[in-house]
């Protein structure tokens, strides 16, 4: 049965403590891009719905555009009309007809223009109705989650400072040249300073470990560091030193 150092049981406790600090500190990163995730869906919803607003600006007063000239057609033609009564010949006569059944055909064509704006407007009023819907609980739904990330934010904060605190009362429970070393290996490597074996790798960096370095883990007398990457060794089932 493998051993477990006397020194090293306070450092797998420090340990799972580094772990939940880390842990919720790449939480605390992670909570603002989400934020502004959701904030720039609100703001695209409500961008859809300003979209639309526009559309149908533009699409009344094309309407009104068409409508003058539909007017200016209309007096066009009765202008002409009149016009009929008092030509001497027949050229003058057939070129003013031809006037006539020009803006009569120009009229004809504004009237099915305003007709199709008509349609285009009954559709798009529709379409900023469901926008304005949609910005609206959009708005309501994301906003309430961003609130909630607000105050994960602060539980997080309080958790890693409830956990530093914590970390500090623990300190003096580790031997100070097994804590420096500890550190060091953390900083160095950014992960676990602390690997259990796996099989008869070490499970920080996968090199196979040596017999003669196995043998010292399980002895349980010495720290033992991976020769690969400087981590410190032991078995997860070790039992303590007697
Ligand atoms: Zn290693």
């Known amino acids: 049965m493998p051993m477990i150092n006397e020194k090293l049981k306070p450092l797998l406790e420090l340990q799972e403590i580094d772990k939940r600090i880390s842990a919720t500190e790449s939480r605390l990163e992670r909570i603002p891009l989400e934020i502004a995730k959701k ?17 149908l600006t533009a699409i009344q007063v094309e309407r009104k555009q068409r409508e003058l000239d ?16 008092q030509v001497k010949s027949n050229d003058a006569y057939r070129a003013l007809q031809n006037e ?17 704006l008509m349609e285009e407007y009954d559709k798009t009023l529709l379409d900023l109705k ?26 997080e904060k309080a958790a890693i400072e409830a956990e530093t605190r914590n970390r500090e009362t623990f300190i003096p429970r ?14 160095k490597k950014k992960s676990q300073a602390i690997v259990a074996i796996s099989g008869e790798s070490c499970a920080g960096c996968h090199t196979i470990l040596t017999q003669s370095t196995l043998n010292e883990v399980k002895k349980g007398r010495e720290l033992i560091l991976c020769d690969s990457c400087s981590r410190i ?3 997860a089932d070790a039992q303590p030193v007697a």
């Open 130 to 155: 469901s926008a304005e819907a949609r910005a609206k609980s959009v708005q309501e739904d994301l906003q309430a989650q961003v609130r909630e990330l607000q105050n994960e934010i602060l539980k």
């Open 233 to 235: 060794l032991y078995f």
């Open 174 to 187: 580790v031997a100070p040249d097994v804590l420096s070393r500890y550190d060091f290996i953390r900083k």
């Open 70 to 85: 539909l007017a200016t057609q209309e007096e066009k033609i009765r202008k002409h009309e009149l016009e009929l009564n």
């Open 100 to 116: 006539i059944n020009g803006a009569k055909q120009q009229k004809s064509e504004t009237e099915d223009q305003i007709l199709i």
């Open 39 to 55: 904030n720039a869906e609100i703001a695209a919803a409500q961008a859809a719905f300003e979209q639309e607003k526009t559309r």
